[in-house]
């Protein structure tokens, strides 16, 4: 008994220390994505980055004086980012996985670094509340569940991969709260997709009236 206990807490202490691995793996990953970003900008030069996305000058004048249908709007941003969400909770099951969510992490950190530096290399201080504010208040979503999708896919692995014995005894468990926490997450998301919709574009006619 005593060495099944012993076994258990070695494998508990095994799983955790598993996950602080990846933890730190995505830190470095959004990080180093996140420099290489800033370098990419600064690369590029002021006049080669000065018209991307938002800091496109023909875009701020039109965005101003533009009535925005939130419900187009809303529907337009949810066939961009639902399939890549949905390819994410999918590879969660597989191997892949956990690559994948990284990947996506990554290039969300060097997007991030890219837009902050452009929009630094444009305006000045003023572009760093451009920039945070093309992302407010939907990144406040968004990022959790990239974070949460990553974290889930790590969790999957450890139980679907383990010993076979284990795994045919807890596969139909495993499963269901795989899809529990995808459908949260999906849920999570489209709140996101609301007020990137909805509540953003107001953010950003405030903001860009200072400009």
Known sequence: M???LSLRKRQKRGNLDHRTLWVHIMQGVFLGAFAAGVFMANLMGREAVSNAGILNDYFVEKFQY?????????????????????????????SLGVIAGILVIGWQGFSIGFMLSAAIAKYGIKGILLALGGLFPQYLFYAPVYILCCWFTIYLRQRLFRDRQEQERDKRYTYMAGLLISAGLFVIFVTGIFLESYINPVILKKILKIF
């Open 2 to 4: 005593k060495k099944i």
């Open 66 to 94: 533009t009535e925005i249908n939130g419900q187009n709007l809303f529907f337009y941003i949810f066939g961009e980012r639902i399939p890549l969400l949905l390819l994410l909770c999918f590879l969660a099951f597989t």
